[in-house]
């Protein structure tokens, strides 16, 4: 039986509530039920995979992300025994760089296009005739690349025009689910951002990118900051929900965004690891950083104060995924990690390039495509299992240290998400950084991000460095063991050399 509310907390004369932080990732949806002080009370998880339709192509059925979203939110509330009148905010953050259009009652019109699909290289081909990337990037922070936002908004615009012309928006996914239930289209700075038609430095749409683009930036809605209340849950949608129509929504913010607040990311000058599908790379600055080589981009951070310089991901969860399903064909990683454990530093030569839906790292190209190089007849799944894992520290090697060239601080990094399971991976990572890694106690950064921006708008906190403190939660530290970084520079060497032997060949024989 829940215990009332108004018994225990109050914070003055204001009553304060419970909220939900719910996390929408690429093959899982995740949701934490948290009390005013930013104590988890209940946790909950629903998988829903992509699928790949066409080479290149990667969707996922919106019903699906529904689903996920009901499922998780009905089993918080009965996990925890809350009642519901007193749950007072939803959080809500999600995949990057994934858009679903969307008529004006909030039906979606197609499958979402989500991050991992390149079938709009054509329609960024033909940009770059009309415009230098050189003055995108200047402009929006980004590069010129077929997996932002305006590329798939195009796409669907010149390919799916029955759609594009019913679409009343086509929003990234945690703005679809915050318009499904409150009737509100809102987008933050951090997602806005990531969509090549918005000036960075400004803080607001581009005219001079939404017109090279000959897109509307209305159709993503309109910018806020990402903890502003835009609504409360529809009838409809809180029955089904099992809620109730006082229940307020936020806007939101992507996962990786998301994802930085809960490692505590909320002051300039600190760098993270997210471990997912992907595995953005991130650092927190106090105004915005251009990399001229590309390799990182300039987003703004779901904390509206700072701005983001960050590799938005390379395949690495889902790198071990499909070596653990496909090669494998385990049910879980942990022979995985014992394989591994088993082959020296440098896999017996054997180097893995985590291209599996293009290169982000150490340059992007949609054309790459993931390899195992150097196998011979000697070679174990010991070996190739290591390999697997080197090749994604590398990875996070390449953009580490392209931050310390840009004058970033990486002196210490820390780590959220799967890989936080695996004592022996972060090792590794700190081994081949040569640099502490700092885990988070809870995997789960982007829920508990996004219950954070959930907390401060319904004044539970007053600002997130506040939600911080009382929410993010440190675990181990991996200290670098540096006689072993000789041997991880040698193999990272070999991978660097081997994947800019191998561009040649993916541009010749694979299109994004």
Known sequence: MAVPLLSFYKKGAKIMSYVIGVDLGTQSLKGLLVDPEGKIVAEATCAHDPIYPNPGWAEQPVEDYLHSFTTVIK?????????????????MDAINDSVIATDENGNALMNCIIWLDRRAEAETAEIAKIVDPARVFEVSGLNLDSTHTAAKMLWIKK?????????????????????WMTGAAAVDYAQASASMIYNVA????????????????????????????VGTLSAPVAHRLGLTTKTKVICGTGDEHSACLGSGLVKPGMVCDITGTAEPVAGTSAKPVFDKKGLVETHHSADSRLWLIENPGFVSGGSTRW?????????????????????PIGSNGITFLPCMGGAMTPNWNGSARGTFTGLTLSHTLDDMSRAVFE??????????????????????????????????????????LGKPLVATKNPEGAAIGAAMLASVAEGNFANLDEAAEAMVELGATYEPDLSKKAAYDEAYARYYECYYTMEPFFNKYYKA
């Open 202 to 229: 400004e803080k607001t749409w581009s005219p001079e990118m939404a017109n090279v683009f000959g897109l509307d930036p209305e159709l993503l809605g309109k910018i806020v900051k990402a903890e502003t209340v």
């Open 323 to 343: 070596y653990k399903d496909t090669i494998l064909r385990l049910p879980n990683y942990d022979l995985m990690n014992t394989q591994a454990k088993r082959s």
């Open 75 to 91: 089993q918080l509330v009965a996990d925890s025994g809350i009642d519901p009148a007193e749950i007072g905010t939803i959080g």
């Open 391 to 432: 090749g994604i520290s590398f990875g996070l090697k390449d953009n580490v240290d392209r931050f310390e060239e840009i004058g970033m601080d990486c002196s210490s990094v820390r780590i959220v998400g799967g890989s936080t399971k695996s004592p022996f991976w972060c090792q590794m990572k700190a081994d081949v």
């Open 159 to 179: 390919n799916r025009p029955d759609v594009f012309g019913k679409a009343k928006y086509l929003l990234n996914v945690d703005s679809y689910l915050v318009y």
